[in-house]
């Protein structure tokens, strides 16, 4: 199953959320809405720094983590950015992957 990380800040209102509802809901929701579309949540943790938050989920497929993110984007909540996670299997296919030949440009 694909694996996705969220990262993302929170805006005024979101704060505001996390303060009144408490750490643990907005884990407890994480987790609900990855299960409830076929997936699992594996890691949901705080920053502090340049980010707010982290969560790595599986989602099963590409097309339900974008709708997902679109979907949280447009809560207005807070900005998100969605990273596809490669896995150790994964980047070994990739470097033993063939390409053809090609001309980059300033080549």
């Known amino acids: 199953m694909p694996k ?60 339900l983590a974008i709708k997902l993110s679109l979907r949280v984007g447009a809560s207005g909540v807070f900005s998100g950015n969605l990273t596809p996670l490669i896995s150790v299997e994964q980047m070994e296919e990739a470097i033993t992957a063939e390409l053809p030949e090609m001309t980059l440009p300033g080549e």
């Open 4 to 63: 996705y990380m969220y990262s993302g800040n929170y805006n005024q209102k979101g704060v505001a959320g996390l303060l009144k509802d408490g750490g643990r809901a907005r884990h407890a929701e994480a987790k609900r809405i990855a299960e409830e579309i076929g997936g699992t949540l594996e890691a949901y943790y705080w920053a502090y720094g340049s980010t707010d938050f982290f969560m790595i989920m599986d989602v099963p497929s590409e097309s």
